[in-house]
């Protein structure tokens, strides 16, 4: 699953406000230090965009917020550990880390 | 040369008209923040350049943004909002215990004489503070008890059908220690210390939905409005009835008088005359649009109790809008002008203390919030 090198390129595609929030492309690349888990990435999202804390995740107890899902090589990663390792597809940058709003409202 | 500009937020963005002194032509400049809601913004008076602005989201939580350029150019700030300590628990709609927990600002309120203190009231019922410009704040916690001395009853308050919520936020000019907040559905509260102690100021208040009509908090204050120039004065829109203090809260007495219902959300005070006040009167609590669809501000310019219809240039039939407690506001040029927004996205501006109405503009998303700053 993870990988070994000290560091990882993990792509992230934000959902629309957030990229707007960021300003933002719809995809950022970034630098995160093994082992790469959800926390890991979006410890660097937000060290990278600091206007993007407490949009994902709580600010003080780091839980989701309830709108938001992570999906990551055509699977639901949202109620696995934020501690988990990521695969090694993510971490290799072959495939995108998708941080999904929920499609809702009005 | 002087001239208004009117900072409205809405359900899906923020927008700004800008006008002349004369107030007859308008520029709409916007949307801001496409597609959040806007609650609230609103400028400094010390330096009108400022501007703060509270941007939510259902999904993405809460982020403020500050302009210094005069909202053209926005930047977003600090949005963490922590509970002091503890943060306890309050009643739940079903009368059980229910953690405080953070889910937006409703109302920011700039410092009268520093451009980089700001006020936030907030959802869970909290009073927020920042002396950097929006970068980080702390909560007042005296407001919840957390203060010694004082006897706010914090873990009763209970939501109204809108969440808990500070939603007003006064600050007494002559008196850097005194500050008015009113909360749904707890009631209206003073401190007299900079906020390190707070008294509940709701008697008179009648509360029939209460089981005790005439408690110290629970009631229903849908908002506050206060003159600059008589800081003792304060008049409220509670959920039903329109009150009236002479005493800085300390007592209310009623000034419905003959408004032909006394629910609704908005009420201002007009610039320059003390005595005069604005209301939009709602059909009721189970029915929130206009009596008989017509769109109709009350002013009275006595302080209450004799109030007359203002129509002229408002829909006079097929309009079932309201118009939300923080939605109206004033200017402060010669001829007052007065503002209002409403849920169906129109905001109507007079510029002639309310004798005539036209929309400034007729199509936004519904809006939650109209200021004004009056530029000279």
């Known amino acids: ?106 | 040369m002087s001239g208004v500009r009117v900072l409205v937020g809405t359900r899906k963005g923020a927008f700004i008209l800008t006008s002349d002194g004369k107030r007859s032509n308008w520029q709409i400049s916007g949307p801001f923040f496409a597609g959040w809601e806007i609650y609230h913004l609103k400028g400094s008076p010390a330096d009108p350049n400022r501007i703060y602005a509270s941007q939510t989201s259902g999904w993405f939580g809460q982020v403020i943004q500050r302009s210094d350029d005069g909202g053209q150019t926005w930047a977003p700030v600090g949005n963490k909002f922590a509970y002091d300590g503890t943060p306890g628990t309050h009643q739940w709609y079903d009368g059980t215990p229910h953690p405080w927990e953070f889910k937006r600002v409703w109302h920011l309120e700039p410092s009268l004489a520093d451009p980089d203190t700001v006020y936030a009231g907030v959802e869970d019922a909290a009073l927020f503070r920042s002396s950097d410009a929006g970068a980080t704040w702390a909560e007042i916690s005296g407001l919840r008890g957390h203060g010694a001395g004082t006897d706010t009853l914090a873990p009763q308050w209970q939501p109204g059908a809108g969440g808990m919520c500070l939603h007003t936020i006064l600050l007494d000019p002559t008196n850097p220690a005194r500050m008015y907040i009113a909360i749904s559905a707890a009631g209206a509260f003073r401190t007299d210390d900079g906020g390190c102690n707070w008294m509940p100021i709701n008697k008179g208040l009648v509360s029939n939905f209460m089981p005790n009509p005439t408690a110290v908090v629970g009631h229903c204050v849908h908002h506050v409005a206060m003159h600059p120039s008589r800081p003792d004065v304060l008049f409220m829109q509670k959920h039903w009835d329109v009150m009236r203090s002479d005493d800085a809260g300390d007592s209310w007495r009623e000034v419905s008088g003959n408004l032909p219902t006394d629910f609704g959300f908005a009420i201002d005070v007009h610039a320059h005359e003390p005595e005069t006040l604005y209301v939009v009167p709602i059909k009721s609590d189970s029915e929130h649009f206009p009596l008989d669809g017509k769109l109709r501000v009350y002013r009275s310019r006595s302080g209450g109790n004799e109030w007359e219809p203002l129509a002229n240039g408002l829909p006079e039939k097929d309009c079932y809008v309201n118009v939300l407690r923080d939605a109206m506001a004033v200017d402060t040029l010669d001829d007052c002008g007065i503002y209002f927004g409403t849920t169906g996205g129109q905001v109507y501006g007079s510029a002639d203390s309310g004798d005539s109405w036209a929309p400034i503009v007729r199509d936004l998303p519904a809006v939650l919030s109209v200021e004004v700053q009056t530029l000279k």
């Open chain 1, 1 to 106: 699953m993870s990988t070994d090198s000290p560091a990882s390129m993990v792509r992230v595609i934000l959902p629309y406000h957030l990229r707007t929030l960021s300003g933002t492309g719809p995809e950022v690349t970034l630098e995160v230090a093994a082992p790469v888990s959800v926390r890991q990435v979006l410890d660097a999202l937000e060290s990278r965009y600091p206007m993007l804390r407490g949009t994902i995740r709580d600010q003080v107890t780091l839980v989701r917020r309830p709108f938001l899902r992570v999906f990551a090589c055509e699977q639901d990663l949202s109620h696995d550990s934020p501690e988990a390792p990521l695969p090694d597809s993510i971490t290799s940058g072959k495939e995108p880390l998708l941080i999904l709003g929920a499609i809702a409202g009005g």
